[in-house]
């Protein structure tokens, strides 16, 4: 299975931005939906943005308006820009490709920490 690559996050305060990077080869974005998770403290894993193969996107209504999901072709990479960060917001950050029937797949990355600060 493919495994997605995850950068970029950090410590931010309150208000602040942060901009995760996802690389994955083409292939991936081709054939797949793929989306960005999160893991925070004492909540199940959740879903935060998703593009489709087609290009649509949608948002988790707590990131809804703050976050932007967008992909450069030229570099196979998949961007979540993450602005008036809440403190809320931190935790482990993953993406991940999905399955024909929106299931992720088993081959999760590393991930990428998000702290925000209030």
């Known amino acids: 299975q493919v495994q997605l690559v995850e950068s970029g996050g950090g410590l931010a305060q309150a208000g602040g931005s942060l901009r995760l990077s996802c690389s994955a080869p083409?292939?991936?974005?081709?054939?797949?939906?793929v989306a960005w998770y999160r893991r925070t403290p004492g909540k199940p894993r959740e879903l935060v943005a998703r593009?489709?193969?087609?290009?649509?996107?949608d948002y988790a209504a707590s990131v809804r308006g703050r976050f932007t999901l967008f992909r450069d072709s030229t570099k196979n990479t998949l961007y979540l820009q993450m602005n008036s960060l809440k403190p809320e917001d931190t935790g482990l950050y993953y993406c991940?490709?999905?399955?024909?029937?929106?299931?992720?797949?088993?081959?999760w990355g590393q991930g990428t920490q998000v702290t925000v600060s209030s």
């Open positions: 593009i489709s193969v087609s290009g649509v996107i």
């Open positions: 991940n490709y999905l399955d024909a029937v929106g299931v992720a797949s088993a081959s």
């Open positions: 083409v292939s991936v974005f081709r054939f797949n939906d």
